[in-house]
């Protein structure tokens, strides 16, 4: 049993190490520091507390597991009817980056029902080993069969890493087949970087994004994390093939389940502007209302919406469920570009927090530039339709 | 219908910061509350009650002080409330608590229908959930966002999917996660807050566990370990971009399509 033993008479001031723990696990009793059952051993009271006052003991070790029965780094391959989802590409291409360290290979895990076909365009991303399971029992994802053939492909390959995509498939499907392998599983990593020993260095934002934690499994296999779409950067496809496909089977029993799935609906568009990851603002700058068309567009190729200031609601020209700011709505997007606004504190207040804001106005010092994190001082009205042709460019459109 | 709703109380405020230069955590205030996804499973428990009559159960694992999230479910409406607390249960990471849960919830009985929120915002995993069903041996769907029919032998419900929504059929016993906005939650009643206010809540720890061995459980059953913290990389660059408009747009394209945007 590892715990942590406090020195009592080495705490000068028991409020200054009470407040040193992230988790409040330290307390005050009958004139004593404790540990309550808030603690995550996490042990920074040991390093940023008084010297000698906090120690860590461990009474029983458990028994090494043998590592190197473990090999290579997996990829489960995200997908509807055998439509890849594209943050299976970027892990795969990640998972080639931490294969290359210890030198081992890269699979794939594609389950599905006539799939067999598409699993060929897994083989221009440069996995070595694509295991297939094509099944009738598989053309749905359900909890339990998939888990089953998860665990069959794990007892059979015995891969070290497992890399799922963070999407609403990946955040059940994994932790079920960690918990069946009675492994660690870490959510949301957004760096990834594989020790020569094979331990896996896993770092994720932990409160919010307020602080990044580091974690690792150091004595469990496989060790698997689940990674967001857009983390991590996709190989380019490579005109070629390589690796192999292995058709795989299993017990058809394994495969049954208790969820019937009796329908696939299309998802309604999203309409709130608080649910959008990409938001074009249209501010006062916008002199005719069909001048919006153009932010519309702009939008529309970066997968997301058109919001706008107050005096752009009022006036009638976009409806006031698209305002942002104080007597607004708030946003949080990843991506946002203001065009035309001039960054007033109740608008800037509604959308501060945002992952990374560009700013367009062609006055130097609109306060909207203390916001922003790239800051444009040009005239919109020049600069996008120039931006809206080369992404059409890009995009062969 | 039985029903056992998993909640959790987390920090008042996720605005910790890291000091740059002694590395040590700054808190705003010690307050908690409760995981606000976790009121959308209580309040779905709640109307599933309110239609089917039986029972709502809540059960939390964490310190004395988490009893009063369950004193908040009492006010809402939940009618028996256990907190797994031992200082032994420190440090678990998920695999651990969602072991710890299940043993807590098999010594408590047997529930049809177990809900859990969709996430904690301190955790912020959304697994604890289907690992407590993995550990349960039963069928579970995470993200929830609405229930279509109930009937005899199980639930019919919404899932999301990431770009359609998925009707499931789900049959009981079974765990569901959901998803915030499948109703909205009531408020704690004070009427209700004061009936319950000597309501005893149950309080498990390991020795009344099936499985007494200590090493299942906290840090000991814990697979990942959290080797250190430190503030993430700060967003307060800053780039001033001057020149003309081809070269703007230039820019701009470059730095999107850097981002991952097209
Ligand atoms: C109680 C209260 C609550 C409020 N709540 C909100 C709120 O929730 N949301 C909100 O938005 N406002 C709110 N306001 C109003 C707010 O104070 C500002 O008036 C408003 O945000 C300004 O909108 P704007 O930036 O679009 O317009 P302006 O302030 O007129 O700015 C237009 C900007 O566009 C620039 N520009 C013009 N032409 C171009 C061009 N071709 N290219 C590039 N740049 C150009 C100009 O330099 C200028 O900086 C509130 C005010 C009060 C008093
Ligand atoms: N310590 C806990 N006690 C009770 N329920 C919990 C606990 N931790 C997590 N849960 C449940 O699991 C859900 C997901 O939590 P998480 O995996 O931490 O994001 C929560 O919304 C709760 O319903």
Redesign the interface.
Same mark, same amino acid.
């Given at each position: 049993?590892?715990r942590l033993i406090v020195h009592q008479e080495r705490i000068p001031d028991h409020q200054e190490l009470i407040?040193?723990c992230?988790f409040? &696990?330290l307390e005050e009793q009958d004139g004593k520091v404790v540990?309550?059952?808030?603690?995550?051993?996490?042990r920074?009271c040991i390093?940023?507390g008084p010297e000698g006052a906090m120690e860590y003991v461990e009474d029983?070790k458990?028994p090494e597991i043998n590592k190197d029965e473990w090999k290579g780094v997996a990829v489960y391959a995200d997908h !509807?009817d055998g439509t890849i989802?594209p943050v299976t590409f970027e892990l795969i291409g990640k998972a080639k980056e931490m294969a290359a360290v210890t030198g081992q290979e890269v699979y794939v895990l594609f389950m599905g029902n006539e799939i067999r076909d598409k699993s060929e365009e897994i083989l221009h991303y440069g996995a070595d080993k694509v295991f297939v399971y094509d099944k009738e029992e598989l053309a *749905?994802?359900?909890?339990?069969p998939y =888990?089953a053939v998860f665990e069959d492909f794990i007892k059979k390959v015995k891969p070290s890493s497992i890399l799922v995509g963070a999407? =609403? !498939?990946g955040?059940?499907?994994?932790?079920?087949v960690?918990? *069946?392998m009675?492994?660690?599983?870490?959510? @949301?990593c957004t760096i990834l970087e594989m020790n020569e020993n094979s331990d896996l260095?896993?770092i994720r934002?932990?409160?919010?994004?307020?602080?990044? &934690?580091?974690?690792?499994?150091?004595?469990?296999r496989p060790q698997i994390a689940t990674v967001r779409y857009?983390i991590m950067n996709a190989p380019a496809r490579a005109e070629s093939k390589s690796g192999v496909i292995v058709d795989c089977d299993m017990d058809q029993e394994m495969l049954s389940?208790?969820? @019937?799935?009796?329908?696939?609906?299309?998802?309604a568009k999203e309409t709130f502007i608080e649910n959008s990851d !990409?938001l074009v603002v249209a501010g006062r700058g916008v002199k005719k209302e069909e001048d919006i068309n153009m932010l519309r567009e702009l939008a529309d190729?970066?997968?997301g919406q058109v919001a706008c200031t107050r005096p752009m609601a009022e006036s009638g020209w976009m409806d006031a469920k698209y305002q942002i700011g104080l007597s607004g709505r708030t946003v949080r997007p990843?991506?946002i570009?203001t065009c035309g606004v001039s960054g007033a504190i109740q608008f800037v207040a509604g959308m501060n927090h945002s992952?990374?804001i560009?700013a367009?106005n062609n006055d130097?010092k609109a306060p909207i530039?203390k916001s922003?994190?790239?800051?444009? !001082?040009?005239?919109f009205y @020049?600069?996008?339709p120039?931006?809206i042709a080369?992404?059409k460019e890009?995009?062969g459109v | 219908m039985k029903i056992l709703v998993c909640i959790k109380q987390v920090p008042d405020s996720n605005k910790v910061e890291v000091d740059p230069v002694t590395g040590v955590l700054k808190r705003d205030g010690a307050a908690s509350k409760m995981n606000p996804y976790d009121l959308y499973a209580i309040e779905t428990a709640l109307r599933i009650k309110e239609k089917t009559g039986g029972m709502v159960d809540v059960i939390s694992m964490g310190p004395p002080q988490a009893m009063q999230v369950i004193k908040e479910a009492f006010s809402m409406g939940a009618d028996h409330g256990t907190l797994l607390s031992d200082r032994r249960f420190g440090g678990a990471d998920v695999l651990a608590t969602s072991y710890t849960l299940a043993q807590g919830i098999k010594s408590m009985g047997e529930y049809d229908l177990i809900l859990c929120g969709k996430q904690t915002t301190d955790g912020d995993t959304a697994q604890v959930g289907p690992e407590i069903a993995e550990w349960l041996n039963l069928p579970s769907v995470s993200n929830v966002v609405s229930i279509r029919m109930f009937e005899e032998d199980g639930i019919t419900v919404d899932m999301d999917l990431p770009d359609e929504v998925e009707v499931a059929k789900v049959k009981f016993p079974c765990l569901l996660a959901v998803d915030k906005d499948i109703f909205q939650p009531r408020l704690p009643s004070y009427v209700k807050k004061t009936e319950t206010k000597d309501r005893k809540i149950q309080i498990l720890t390991l020795d009344d566990m099936t499985d007494q061995d200590e090493l299942n459980y906290g840090l000991n059953g814990s697979p990942t370990q959290v080797q250190k913290i430190f503030p993430p990389e700060t967003n307060d660059k800053k780039e001033i971009w001057n020149g003309s408009g081809d070269m703007l747009a230039k820019k701009l394209f470059d730095k999107v399509e850097e981002l991952k945007f097209v």
């Open positions: 049993m590892a407040n040193i992230p409040g &696990a540990v309550n059952a808030a603690c995550k051993m996490c920074l390093k940023k029983v458990k !509807v989802h *749905r994802f359900k909890i339990e =888990t999407t =609403t !498939v955040r059940q499907l994994a932790p079920r960690a918990a *069946r009675k492994t660690g599983l870490t959510a @949301d260095s896993q934002p932990a409160f919010g994004g307020n602080i990044m &934690a580091h974690i690792k499994t150091p004595n469990h857009k389940s208790h969820v @019937d799935v009796i329908d696939i609906l299309p998802k !990409v190729l970066l997968g990843k991506l570009i992952d990374t560009f367009i130097p530039f922003a994190h790239y800051c444009l !001082v040009g005239d @020049d600069i996008l120039k931006l080369k992404i890009k995009e | -």
